[in-house]
Structures are given as C-alpha cells and as structure tokens.
C-alpha cells in the first residue's frame, strides 16, 4: 500500500506542475502587457498594477517568475483578490459553503441517481425505463445556467417554494435548490451508468448462482447486483468532479450562494482578470487533489488496483 | 454361391461431381447481402425513431444556420425601445426583448454562430484527439508516455475554467474563432484517450500482422488499416461534443467572457434576459429551448450512433 501511494503522489507532481504551468503561460507569455490585457477594456489604478507586478514578479525572466509563482502555491500563497483580501482569506470564508453545498449535491444525485438508475436496470425496456433514459438525455442537453434560471423561475417565482437567491449564512433550507440544480447535471449520467452496470451484472453467473440456491429477490437485488454495479459509478463520480467545480460556479452565481465559485463567478462578470487567475489555478488544485484522494481510496479499497503497474 | 442374389451396391457411393461442382463449393454467394460494421450500424440506425428526430433537427439547424433569412424576415437588430419585453403580436411570434428586438428573429439569426462554434471546436479537437491519440496508442513506448502525460495535464484542467482564463487574456479579441480555439485546446484530450484505447486493441488483429508480413511500412499500417479500424468512437465522442461545444460556448458567453453583446447568439441573449427573469420570462425561456433542443439533437446522434456501433449496447436496449 506504501508502494501504490508513493508511486500514485509521484505520478501527481508532473500534472500539479503542468497544469499550474499552463495557466501561468496561457497569462504571461503572451505579448503585450498581460497585466493591462486581463483587465481588458478597463484602466486599473496604477498602485493595483505595481502591487500585481510585484505578486506576479513581471520584472524577472518568465521561467523565474513561474517558479517564484509556483513555490507561493506550494506555500499556499494565492495572492491577493482585486480589493486587497489575501485570497487564502476569501478562501476560509467561502469554501466550507461550497463544501456544503457540494455534499448535499452529491448527496441527491447518488441516492436519485442509483435508486432510479436501479429500477431502470431491473426493468429494462419497460414505460419506465424508456421515460427514465429520456428524461435523463434531456437533462444531459439542458445547459446548468438554463437549468437553475427555469428552476428559479418554477419553484422561486410561481410556486414560491424555495428563495431565489440564498440569505447570508446560507443555511440548508435555502441551499436546497440550488444544491438540486446542481445535481442535475451529474445526475442523468449516473442514472444510465448504474442501468447499464446494473444490466450486466444482472447476467454474471454469480446472479445466477444466487437465483439457484433460491434467495429471494430482496436480498440478491441490494447485496448481489447493486454493490457489484456501483464501481463504475464511483468511479464515474470521482472524475465528474470538474463539472461540478464548473456547475458551482454558475450555480452560486445564480443563486447567490456565498461560496467559491460566486467569488470567482463575480471575478469574471466585473472582468478582474487577476482573480479569476487565482481562483481557476486554486479550483484546479482542488480538483487534482480530490482526484487523487479518490484514487488513493480506490487502492484501498480494491487490491487489484493498488498492484497494477 | 452363384445362386445367391448380388448383394446390392449403395447407388452413390461417392457423391457425384455433377451433383455439386466443386466450382460451387468455393464460389461467395453473390445473393447474400454484405455485412461490415457501418452496413450493420446503417440497418439498425435506421430502424430507430430517435435517428430520424434528431437527423430533422440537425438537418434543421443546418438550413436555418446557413440561410436564416428563409425563415425570419425581420431584422433582428431592428430594435424599437416601446417595444421592450413586448408581449408577442402576430408577426411578432415570440415577442421582443429587453432592446425591443424580436425574440425569434435573434434566436434564428443567432443559429449560425452557436453551429460554427460547435464546428470549430470538433474539427480541433477531433484533429488533435486523431494526432495524439493515434500516435500515442500505435507506438507505444517512451511516445506514448510523453503524449499521454501531455493529455493527462490538459485533462485535469476544466475546459471551461481553462477557456475562463484565455478568454480573460484575450479580451480584445473576443470572436467565432478565439471561443472555439480556447474551448478546444483543453477539450482534446477525452478524443485521444478514447482513441488510443482503441487503437491499442485493434493493433494486434491479424489483418495488421498479415500487413506487417507484407512488408508495409509502420505509418502506412497506421494511416490504411489502424485507424480505419478504430474510428468508430471517435465518430461517437465527436458528435457528442459537438453539442458539448455548444454548450460551453454558451456558458461563456452567459458569463460574459463569451463573444461580445454586438455578436448575435444564444448565449448572449439568455445572458441579457437573465435580470428579466421575473417580468419577462420568454425572453430567457425561447433561446435556451432553442439551445437546448440543439444540444439534446447532437447527444441523440451521439447515443444512437454510439448503440449502433457497439453491440454490447445494442444488447443493453
């Protein structure tokens, strides 16, 4: 197990380094000012820019400058936001509500998803496995800003169910729609994934085997089938995680939740190009991290994985 | 012993020629129909209602995309301020936004920039997907360590936060081409994975060792018969992210890092009518249908391709 983490974190650094490369060239290398071309149309204060340059280090060699950029993040230096916070800052005060927010979007979409996803597999081919898959394909096409504007509009403004925008604290009551807008997005992809495990795992002998020794449906259907369906499920989840950073983004924006991707989503709206740096490289980070995390629970969880090579 | 009546001898020992001549024992069945995988795909494509609804749409969104003045005569950026978040008249189907612009008239001139941005981004990456996935997958070895770590590290970037961050940098040049380069760049490599995994399984089949004994070069095997053979998904993952690009494009635009306002496209106008949202609720509703039904037509053709390729899920439907 030593081995498999030490290999997997090894594995990890060449992407941290690329990955926070990338946005660093995609910044500054470009000709030009890439300080006056993130602010795009707009002429910022000139003590803002004498303090950005000095965060970014623009008066070195662009190599020098990366690596100076890349030993602040190791540091857990972000920088600061375009009012003057330290972003680490803004990010203590937001991230527990995008966490929040996120766990009880996970939380929805697993237990929808796997519960219709189930019943769709056990009854293939039936009126509710055919409304299940269509349903499921109409909410894979509906963009999430579309989404959360027509949930908005239908529980928010006509029926008066929910808050369309989240009070201060963001408390759960408030947070429960926009953590089920969300969840739509992922949520049709793991209702067809655990249809189509469930289907076939349905057909391995070992189903069969139960079916024979004469168990009842009520046990081989939880014990058998599902948590033999549910790997790629789990898996499927862990990798999704970027579009549920992306979704966030525009899910607190739209319902003004206070968490990380508000923040970053009023960085772009206002066009403070030097905070949506910081907060796309932390999101990133965050995503590498969970990432690896999961996969490091794969290795423990399942031993086959841990000793391939 | 002479007495005794002849044994009787079998008629046909041995079958005769002229009952089946050997010619017709080797000859191929010329009635029989052929059979490959795009014949077999064809025949159960078209079977499928939901090949036919999302071939209408697709052929649909075309027409209007290419000739939009066929289908709305209005100017759409014929705008009367009296009108704002007008109800609609009868020449007027979908009403008139915050401007005073007619809705359908923005939505049908708006088709064609959404569908070239689409475009863009598919020829990129599929172009980019085929170079590395193929090269990756077909020589192994020290290449395709260095081409898939490259992939791995423009996979762990979001495309859209990553487009977020080039389209902030290029804020002055914000158009059709700009979007669809920065949507690509990052959306490439989920093409090269699916590829390369292909291409790993179709290169040990017999037809390319028995091209190999031929002595045809490396690059021929992979340009004639490897990537022939392993094209289908990429078909697949290509017409799903082609409404995926749309999509994002979108999104970009809805959070105004898009195409600028003077660009007519759906992303744009859903992101104007989205403080209208209370009072005039059909400016934001007609353009994300729009969009939406775009988009699900796609990911249909994507499915229905996808089941026809693959007949494990054909098994599954």
């Known amino acids: 197990m030593a081995g498999y983490i030490f290999r997997r974190l090894l594995q990890a650094l060449p992407v941290l380094v690329g990955t926070t490369f990338l946005i660093y060239f995609m910044v500054f290398a470009m000709p030009g000012d890439p300080l006056l071309a993130l602010f795009g149309d707009k002429t910022p204060n000139p003590a803002v820019l004498e303090r950005l340059r000095e965060q970014y280090h623009l008066d070195q060699p662009f190599i020098v400058q990366y690596f100076l950029y890349l030993g602040g993040i190791l540091r857990g230096d972000f920088g600061t936001s375009f009012s003057g916070e330290p972003v680490t800052d803004i990010l203590a005060r937001t991230f527990p509500v995008t966490i929040r927010l996120a766990l009880m979007a996970l939380f929805i979409e697993f237990v929808l998803g796997v519960l219709i996803g189930l019943i769709s597999g056990l009854r293939k081919g039936k009126l509710f496995d055919a409304s299940a898959l269509v349903i499921s394909l109409i909410l894979i096409s509906l963009p999430i800003f579309v989404i959360a504007f027509v949930a908005q509009f239908i529980f928010g403004i006509q029926l008066g169910w929910a808050r369309t925008t989240v009070s201060a604290g963001a408390p759960i009551q408030d947070l429960i729609l926009p953590a089920f807008v969300l969840a739509s997005i992922t949520f049709a992809q793991i209702v067809r994934l655990t249809r189509s495990s469930v289907i076939e795992t349905q057909s391995l002998d070992f189903v069969r085997t139960a079916y024979g020794k004469g168990l009842s449906r009520r046990r081989i259907i939880p014990v058998h089938i599902l948590r033999n369906s549910l790997i790629p499920v ?30 970053l989503y009023q960085a772009i709206i206002r066009g403070e190009g030097p905070t949506v740096v910081s907060f796309v490289t932390v999101m990133v980070l965050i995503y590498l991290v969970v990432n690896l995390v999961v996969d490091l629970l794969y290795g423990l969880l399942d031993p086959r994985i841990r000793y391939v090579k | 012993m002479s007495n005794n009546p002849p044994t009787p001898t079998p008629k046909h020992f041995v079958a005769p020629l002229e009952e089946t001549p050997l010619v017709a024992i080797d000859a191929v069945n010329v009635g029989e129909r052929k059979s490959n995988l795009w014949i077999d795909a064809w025949r159960d494509m ?22 939009p003045n066929l289908f709305s005569q209005i100017d759409p950026r014929e705008c009367v301020l009296s009108n704002s978040n007008g109800a609609p008249t009868g020449a007027h189907l979908l009403g008139f936004n915050k401007q005073g612009c007619d809705v359908f008239s923005r939505i049908i001139h708006g088709t064609s920039t959404s569908l070239s941005v689409g475009i863009i981004v598919v020829i990129l990456t599929t172009v980019l997907g085929i170079l ?3 090269f990756a ?8 360590s260095i081409l898939s770590r490259a992939g791995d590290i423009f996979f762990s970037i979001p495309y859209i936060l990553a487009a977020v961050v080039i389209m902030s940098v290029f804020s002055a040049y914000r158009n059709v081409f700009v979007i669809a380069l920065a949507i690509g760049i ?65 999104t970009l635009s809805f959070l105004g890092v898009g195409l600028p306002n003077t660009t007519m496209s759906w992303g744009n106008d859903i ?15 007609y353009p994300s249908i729009a969009l939406s039904v775009t988009v699900l037509a796609f990911i249909m053709m994507g499915e229905v391709v996808r089941d026809a390729l693959d007949p494990k899920a054909r098994a599954q439907r």
């Open chain 2, 271 to 285: 992101s104007a009518a989205q403080t209208d949202l209370r009072t005039a609720p059909q400016t934001l509703i």
């Open chain 2, 132 to 134: 590395f996935g193929a």
């Open chain 1, 234 to 263: 789990v898996t499927y989840a862990a990798t999704d995680f970027g579009v549920l950073l992306v979704g966030a983004t525009v899910t607190e924006g739209i319902f003004n939740v206070p968490g990380v991707g508000r923040t």
């Open chain 2, 186 to 250: 990052f959306a490439w490599p989920s093409t090269a994975r699916v590829l390369r995994a292909e291409i790993l399984r179709v290169k040990n089949a017999d037809f390319v060792m028995a091209s190999r004994a031929l002595g045809v070069s490396n690059f021929k095997i992979l340009l004639r018969h490897v990537l022939p053979n392993s094209i289908a998904p990429v078909i697949v993952v290509t017409t799903i992210s082609l409404g995926a690009a749309i999509v994002a494009e979108a």
């Open chain 2, 137 to 144: 997958g077909f020589y192994g070895g020290w290449l395709d």
């Open chain 2, 46 to 67: 078209r079977r499928r209602p939901m090949f036919w609804i999302s071939a209408a749409i697709i052929l649909l969104v075309v027409v209007v995309a290419l000739f």
